[in-house]
């Protein structure tokens, strides 16, 4: 068996893309998309024909930034509708980063999203809804879980984060691998990293014991993976999201794939709570990569959100 063959055997495996090709060939269970993936899309001639489908299915579709951000939507639910014809599972389609600081915002747009889904006869249990991991937007999640909208909480880089985010009864969390170790090879250069001492694996780890420790139902879903032995580091983790291109490495070896997380193996969880909303923000804030990164990853994903709307644009 592969060593993906047997990573299936012990945790869900999620498709990290939203190139439709990529998710037929590897046969995931779930599937996510984000701003950046759906403009790499977008970007691809393959795809135009959804991108044209969604102009056409936007009433009084024009160059203005709020039917281009109405476009944008349309967009992102098609292609969600065609990767839910390839798999059996579940897509995540992220609310707009630009909202990720407004509650009421971000519960609004997630409704229109589900709307959309609904009209294209898509029911709300296949699609989980992707916030960014602000105070906000943890808040927004507890809204919209309470209506039956179940939520992905992203770009989730600290425990104090997933600990807000369980007590918000988020169904999911999507804590990040990748962005972690990239800012702690830039504070340490010095230093050479694998999985025996990866601080994006040893986070993940952390949140999925913790979890575990307190009896929390939120699923642990590992995500932005810089390579293969990241995801191996983390193989019985409830479910992890991964590029086609780690997927074909995983797909391609053929060596044993030892599980290294055990729901009753809580040794190492993280002494992790807050009071109230001040404390968790001040938590957050002493976290210096966490903050870092939560903000660089809001500031790509809104840059990535506006490009697709200027594509639209100039598209219409």
Not at 214 to 234: D, I, P
């Amino acid at each position: 068996m592969s060593k993906l063959d047997q990573l299936r055997e012990m945790t869900v495996v999620v498709a990290d893309t939203g190139d439709i090709d990529a998710i037929q060939k590897y046969a995931p269970v779930d599937a996510t998309t984000n701003p950046s993936l759906l403009l790499k899309t977008a970007e691809d001639p393959t795809y135009g024909a959804l991108l044209d489908r969604a102009i056409a299915a936007t009433p009084s579709a024009s160059s203005s930034t709020e039917s281009a951000a109405a476009v944008a939507d349309r967009f992102a639910v098609l292609v969600g509708q065609e990767i839910l014809n390839l798999i059996p599972g579940v897509v995540s389609t992220e609310v707009d980063a630009r909202l990720s600081f407004d509650t009421a915002a971000s519960v609004a747009k997630a409704r229109e999203l589900i709307d959309l889904y609904a009209a294209a006869g898509i029911s709300k249990d296949r699609i989980l809804i992707k916030i960014a991991s602000t105070w906000e937007g943890i808040q927004a999640a507890g809204i919209l879980e309470k209506e039956g909208i179940r939520c992905n909480l992203t770009l989730l880089f600290s425990a104090v984060q997933a600990l807000a985010a369980a007590r918000a009864g988020a169904f999911l969390i999507s804590p990040f691998v990748g962005r972690i170790l990239d800012w702690y090879k830039a504070q340490q250069p010095e230093t050479s990293f694998d999985a025996s001492n990866d601080p994006g694996v040893a986070s993940v780890r952390g949140i999925y014991k913790l979890y575990k420790s307190k009896g929390f139902e939120t699923v642990v879903m590992g995500a932005s993976f810089r390579n293969a032995g990241q995801v191996e580091a983390l193989a019985g983790c409830d479910r992890l999201t991964i590029s086609p291109g780690l997927l074909d490495a995983l797909g391609d070896d053929d060596g044993e794939l030892p599980r290294q997380l055990e729901p009753s193996d809580l040794d190492g969880a993280p002494d992790c709570d807050f009071e109230s909303e001040a404390d968790f923000r001040l938590q957050l804030n002493a976290d210096a990569m966490a903050t870092e990164k939560l903000a660089q990853g809001i500031r790509s994903f809104c840059a990535d959100q506006i490009k697709l709307e200027q594509l639209i644009r100039d598209r219409i």
